[in-house]
């Protein structure tokens, strides 16, 4: 146990949350848990894809579950979703118990936070926001549930897809997912917008809600909502143009309001919320290739969504343009951005492309499934989104373990196993420049 503890912090986490998967595995093993029984397989992988928020589901959640199973996958919802040790210290905080060094630094890898100042002030911040938007999102989705499902089900059915929705898990206890709500402007635009305030992430949060004015947030903050905001536009008009007459998407639906709530929650819920309201599997190839693009980029820092973050995607941008105007430093809002950010995307690139492409090689060489349709699942796990084109239900046991462990790699963050395996030395020599000739 005391060698557990040594272990550096990437280590612990991964090993508490792998804990967190095998009791959830058990607990959705138990006979109450499911209607007809499921395998170890179906368990483990649900468990997975619960603690890591993803949503790709490999049985139906709204038959396969009783309501003792939906309330366990509720609960490793929320906990994956805020974080193991973010719940942890919550309730030592609480009961007035103090907060060891260790376990900042455990919660600061966690987060993914750069230092360990104003740590426990986020936390409450993540409590009070997780509390206040789940609870209005359940109570503005029961308007809609409880008179088509009657009180008990309907605000079941509120409690779970406000969970679901706001920790970016995507699970559903509809078969279609969202599909026959896509008429329902309530629905759609309340779970988008709980997953999207997730998704900036709460240091950003905290930051507008202490300050408030944009000439006081920090450029973490600035870079989150200029950038979350640029990619909504421009995933609007893409989903719009690319799927407006296609007959089995967009085209299929009456009116063109039911089409633009579709274009809006689809083009926002790729990055990382992976509900979907109309037929993902009907996607032309372009709309597919964008919506992976979308997920590798993911949300926010600190946030419940996964992929490689918005501010990595925008300081990669900064740093082309800072080698296309020969300048020696990347520049945003009045701030400069160091050489070791760029290095960090670099290397959170580098380890990101591996993984998906290691998982995609052993999935396309293990399974007779389209190619696209094998980097859609694949990319899918490692955002962490659970939009699916069908093809994941279809894996052996095998496949299903490829992916939950792309799902686990996606819900840790690359950094963190990049972290664990590399060793930290202090360099003792300086060495010559040399010249290296690229492009």
């Not at 368990?43 to 003792?68: C, I, K, N, Q, R």
């Not at 997953?195 to 992430?201: D, H, P, T, W």
């Not at 990101?352 to 396309?364: E, K, Y």
Request: net charge neutral.
């Amino acid at each position: 146990m005391r060698q557990c503890l040594n272990l550096p912090a990437p280590a612990l986490m991964a090993l508490l949350y792998l804990s967190w998967i095998t009791v959830g595995a058990l607990l959705l093993m138990l006979p109450v848990a499911s209607t007809d029984g499921i395998t170890w397989s179906d368990a483990f992988f649900t468990a997975t894809s619960a603690v890591t928020v993803t949503g790709l589901v490999v049985v139906d959640t709204g038959t396969a579950f009783t309501t003792f199973g939906q309330g366990v996958l509720m609960l490793l919802i929320q906990l994956g979703g805020m974080g193991l040790m973010t719940f942890a210290v919550l309730v030592l905080s609480s009961l007035g118990m103090q907060i060891g060094l260790a376990q900042l630094q455990f919660l600061r890898e966690e987060m993914g936070l750069a230092s360990l100042g104003g740590l426990l002030n986020i936390v409450w911040v993540v409590f009070r926001v997780v509390l206040v938007c789940e609870l209005i999102g359940m109570a503005i989705m029961a308007f809609v549930f409880v008179p088509e499902f009657g009180w008990r089900e309907g605000l079941w059915l509120a409690a779970f897809h406000s969970i679901s929705a706001f920790n970016n898990a995507g699970f559903s206890l509809f078969s279609n997912s969202l599909m026959e709500y896509v008429d329902s402007p309530l629905i759609i635009f309340t779970i988008s917008v709980q997953f999207i305030v997730a998704g900036l992430g709460f240091a950003v949060l905290s930051d507008i809600l202490v300050y408030g004015k944009w000439q006081k947030f920090s450029l973490h903050t600035r870079l989150m909502l200029v950038g979350t905001l640029s990619l909504i536009l421009i995933s609007c008009l893409g989903y719009g143009i690319l799927e407006w007459n296609n007959p089995e998407t967009l085209g299929s639906l009456a009116s063109p309001g039911e089409r633009m709530n579709a274009i809006w929650f689809e083009a926002v819920t790729p990055r990382t919320a992976g509900f979907n309201a109309m037929n993902t599997a009907a996607m032309q190839d372009s709309t597919t290739l964008m919506t992976m693009v979308l997920m590798v980029i993911g949300g926010g820092s600190t946030s419940t969504a996964g992929g490689i973050k918005v501010t990595t995607a925008v300081v990669l941008l900064l740093a082309t343009i800072a080698f296309f105007r020969n300048s020696g430093r990347m520049k945003a809002f009045g701030y400069s951005v160091g050489l070791q950010q760029g290095l960090k995307v670099m290397a959170l690139l580098t380890i990101s492309l591996f993984v998906v492409l290691t998982g995609l090689f052993l999935i396309v060489a293990t399974h007779e499934i389209d190619f696209l349709t094998a980097a859609f699942e694949v990319t899918s796990a490692f955002g962490t989104v659970g939009l699916s084109q069908g093809a994941t239900g279809e894996l052996n046991d095998f496949g299903r373990a490829i992916i939950c462990l792309i799902m686990f790699l996606g819900r840790l963050g690359p950094l963190t196993l990049g972290f664990f395996l590399a060793s930290k030395t202090k360099p003792r020599i300086q060495y010559p420049e040399g010249t290296i000739y690229l492009g």
